[in-house]
């Protein structure tokens, strides 16, 4: 007896129009993230005569991808594809996490603790973390990241948390 799951009929939510479900999904998103980064760049400055302002490149990028998106939807419902894939979500959460974390946290605690900090938190975000590794490149890592910004590239980061300064 195989343990292979059955080939049977997939439900999908998709409309009856919708051939290929992950393609017309995926378009619809990159049409998204284009709509907002022409709502993002709608205040910059556009271009004026040959010269160019800070918003033509987003908005010239953003009509690039609302075009791309519109053709990938657009193949979703003209061609058959493959269904909607299920999605982990764990790994991209807690990397968006750790991003939020270190904005947060690298002023008040500094870039030793907030470089530490960060990557724990992203390591989180696969059941597979082995602690012991983890820690000791967490370590290695934020001690590379500790040398090479205010030494090696000489920007002006603060290391430790003020309250350990002072």
């Known amino acids: 007896m195989s343990d292979a799951p059955s080939q049977g009929p997939v439900k999908s939510i998709m409309p009856k129009w919708v051939r290929g479900p992950q393609d017309f999904v995926g378009g619809i998103a990159l049409m998204a993230i284009a709509l907002f980064a022409l709502w993002a760049s709608s205040d910059l400055?556009?271009?004026?005569?040959?010269?160019?302002?800070?918003?033509?490149?987003?908005?010239?990028?953003?009509?690039?991808?609302?075009?791309?998106?519109?053709?990938?939807?657009?193949?979703?419902?003209?061609?058959?594809?493959?269904?909607?894939?299920t999605y982990a979500w764990r790994g991209p959460l807690f990397v968006s996490l750790s991003i939020l974390c270190f904005a947060v946290t690298i002023r008040p605690l500094g870039?030793?603790?907030?470089?530490?900090?960060?990557?724990?938190?992203?390591?989180?975000?696969?059941?597979?973390?082995?602690?012991?590794?983890?820690?000791?490149?967490?370590?290695?890592?934020?001690?590379?990241?500790?040398?090479?910004?205010?030494?090696?590239?000489?920007?002006?980061?603060?290391?430790?948390?003020r309250f350990l300064i002072q």
Not at 53 to 59: K, W
Not at 135 to 156: D, K, Q
């Open 45 to 85: 400055q556009g271009m004026h005569g040959f010269s160019f302002g800070a918003g033509t490149a987003p908005r010239m990028f953003a009509v690039l991808l609302l075009g791309l998106g519109a053709a990938i939807a657009l193949v979703g419902i003209l061609i058959e594809g493959v269904h909607l894939a």
């Open 111 to 161: 870039l030793v603790l907030a470089a530490f900090l960060t990557f724990m938190v992203s390591a989180l975000g696969t059941h597979e973390t082995r602690w012991k590794e983890t820690i000791i490149v967490g370590v290695c890592l934020t001690a590379f990241c500790s040398f090479l910004f205010p030494y090696g590239l000489g920007l002006p980061m603060q290391l430790w948390p």
